[in-house]
């Protein structure tokens, strides 16, 4: 194990630092090795990313798999879609010579230019994609590419959902299709927007319907996460009690990436046994240095929506939004107008309409409005 600070906050470094998981991996390894395409869904920041890199460690050590990640956050339409995959055909070949000539080859009418980034080493595309059938049939030799090489090829597409917003309409039957064409590309589809993936992949009219097996991806067993917060202190020469870790995990919902987070600050003092005052040092340290971002949420929302999360925050978890009590205990006026508040708040993903009620989805936020 390296040393350094063992609460990863950023990407992933490798199982010793990963907590748990265990379950999740083996089915999705399983579903993998049995030819089920799998959609993995979550909250923002719960760990999606991680678990499939996670998996493509574990899967790595074997040579018959060929395992390519791309995120398509940042693509616009099908041309962009394009370039991410040849990009990440590209990273997982480790820009072997033979593969970018296929590539050269593969999208040949989109008269690609092929470059690496000096600083970090990633290949750069540009591609005319100006005609759409050229920009579907490359597509469409990209997949065949993959089917052909004589090994279990694994595509891990995060952030799906974006694929609803390119300008194309065809782009999910188009999608579809290469994949149902193309046996030996096994895909795991992973994204945040659960009503998005869900309406995607279970209703009826759309092509993906039932077309994978879904997963929604938890927060960790807060026993389990507990053991691995005390170990890695303990690691490190460090010691916290089962009760303060327990405190953190409370304070952070159990939310994996606010746990790291808080985790990787506490670890970073120079205290070698933690004491409560060194946790509620932290909590408050992040929240003051946040202040600026959650100020200029202000600035961002009406009265009527920063009014409402913080009515949300103070109880946690709501049921029932619309309910006199809450409306009354708040102050927040009619009902209608509550529901248009609240529909807009969720629209810019502030808060979340999870099974349990609605919440607010950054923790640290919730924390800070708690607080004022
Ligand atoms: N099992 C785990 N153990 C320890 N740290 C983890 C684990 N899973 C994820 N993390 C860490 O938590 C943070 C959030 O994880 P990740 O980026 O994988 O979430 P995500 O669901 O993909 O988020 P987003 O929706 O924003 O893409 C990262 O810093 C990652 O390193
Ligand atoms: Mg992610």
Known sequence: MKTGNPFIVLGYESPDYFCDRQFETDTLISAIQNQRHVTLISLRRMGKTGLIKHIFYQLQKRSDYYLIYIDILPTMNL??????????????????????????????????????????????????????????????GLFEYLNNEHKNVVLAIDEFQQILHYPEKNIESLLRANIQKNRHVQLIFSGSQRNLLFSMFQDQSRPFYQ????????????????TFIIDKFKAGRKEISGELAAQILEWTRGHTYYVQYFCNRLYGLSAKTIKMAHVQQIASLILDENVIIYNNYRNLLTKQQFHLLTAIAKEDVVKMPMAKDFIFKYQLGAASSVKTTLDAVIKKELVIAGDCGYFILDVFFARWLQSI
């Open 79 to 140: 041309g962009d879609f394009i370039k991410e995959l040849s990009k990440g055909i590209l990273s997982a070949n480790k820009a072997k010579t033979s593969i970018i000539n296929t590539l050269i080859h593969i999208l040949g009418h989109l008269r690609p230019k092929i470059s690496w980034d000096p600083v970090t080493g990633h290949p750069a595309i540009e591609l005319d994609v100006s005609n759409h059938r050229e920009a579907e049939n490359t597509l469409e």
């Open 211 to 226: 077309s994978t097996q879904i997963m929604v991806l938890d927060s960790i067993d807060t026993e389990t996460y507990k």
